[in-house]
T-cell receptor
């Protein structure tokens, strides 16, 4: 069965320090993986996506993620956090060309000055 | 960049009333989804739709809910008799051939 686990419900970092948001998945097929960001009272914005091309994926706003099949992980990283990065982040897995698309529970990122 | 649109952006309704939330997916996509997000909570899967029928639905998607694609372009979610706990943001998504979900901006439903 397909599932997505975001290992941390909350992550708190200081401005200028690295960000790591963890996501593990299980899938019966070769999955497509995505990270979305949601700022308060806003919609879902795509940060980056993996769809079976390069395993290290670069996204917007300095974020990147690495698809590690052996670890079934797709962790989101950023070298230096900015105050504007404070938001909710969702890892999303899409199986079999879109037949099944599910969300992780989300990780709320706090950035301290 | 193609986009999914949703109308209305905000709907206020009284408990017991019927509401229809509308979505226009991207035209060449085949899979369509509705998700719900209660304020401050996670995004919950409601239903997926493929080839003009429901392919999967969650336990949230009870008999009060229905979906249809009446004219080959619009994709609607109907709630027959709204309850207070239906108050949430509702997101529509259509999925491209490589599995990339494109989300609409959402409809905020407030049931009073």
């Amino acid at each position: 069965a397909q599932s997505v686990t975001q290992l941390d419900s909350h992550v708190s970092v200081s401005e200028g320090t690295p960000v790591l948001l963890r996501c593990n998945y299980s899938s019966s097929y070769s999955p497509s993986l995505f990270w979305y960001v949601q700022h308060p009272n806003k919609g879902l914005q795509l940060l980056l996506k993996y769809t079976s091309a390069a395993t290290l994926v670069k996204g917007i706003n300095g974020f990147e993620a690495e698809f590690k099949k052996s670890e079934t992980s797709f962790h989101l990283t950023k070298p230096s956090a900015h105050m504007s990065d404070a938001a909710e982040y969702f890892c999303v897995v899409s199986d079999n060309g879109g037949f099944k698309t599910i969300f992780g529970a989300g990780t709320r990122l706090f950035v301290k000055a | 960049e193609p986009e999914v649109t949703q109308t209305p952006s905000h709907q206020v309704t009284q408990m017991g009333q019927e509401v229809i939330l509308r979505c226009v997916p991207i035209s060449n996509h085949l899979y369509f989804y509705w998700y719900r997000q209660i304020l401050g909570q996670k995004v919950e899967f409601l239903v997926s739709f493929y080839n003009n029928e429901i392919s999967e639905k969650s336990e949230i998607f009870d008999d009060q809910f229905s979906v249809e694609r009446p004219d080959g372009s619009n994709f609607t979610l109907k709630i027959r008799s709204t309850k207070l706990e239906d108050s949430a943001m509702y997101f529509c998504a259509s999925v491209s051939g490589d599995g990339h979900p494109y989300f609409g901006p959402g409809t905020r439903l407030t049931v009073t």
